[in-house]
């Protein structure tokens, strides 16, 4: 667990607060994970900005909350092919300001998937796992990624669902996956592969 003793007195204390104590629950399962949490915490306790104000690099380092959907019923977790980054990633999003990580979550399983987000009874609504990664491509900046778990209890995805424009979604692994895989994933279009969690 990873503590500060800087006092907050900033307008922004509340969210910063709250921030801090999440990546302070997270216990780091490696030496890369524990520098990771050690530099997040020192950012935020700083009082650098940490909210994205303008896309797609300002500030140059800012908050991301990733979520791992998961298909217990499957046993398959869904990611989508990022066309700017060109990686296969898990669904999420840029933090808004002051918006709780939770909170991004739940916006972008709408927003992108246009599915409810359902916690992980093991992780709830709190995140897993921590990682400071530099972006790939023009106007690279760095991502302070938020890790959160979910599962898709069911396969009923809102229709009409747009997907945003930088990325192509689909399941992605070993097997290839069936159209049916992908309503049933809440998603439209793309390649369809599925990824094993057993």
Partial sequence: MITTDRGLTAPDDRPRAHLLGLVGAIEASDDLERTHLETATQWIAGGAPVYRVHKPDVPAMHLVSYFVVLDNTREQLLLVAHRKAGLWLPTGGHVEPDECPWAAVVRECREELG??????????????????????????????????????????????VQPREDVHHGEHGEEEASPSSLVHAGVQGGDRRAVSTR
Avoid: C, K
């Fill in 115 to 160: 599915i409810e987000a359902v916690a992980s009874p093991i992780t709830g609504e709190r995140p897993f796992f921590l990682t400071i990664t530099r972006t790939r491509g023009q106007r690279a900046h760095t991502d302070v990624s938020l890790w959160l778990g979910l599962i898709r209890f069911d396969g009923h995805p809102r229709s009409g």
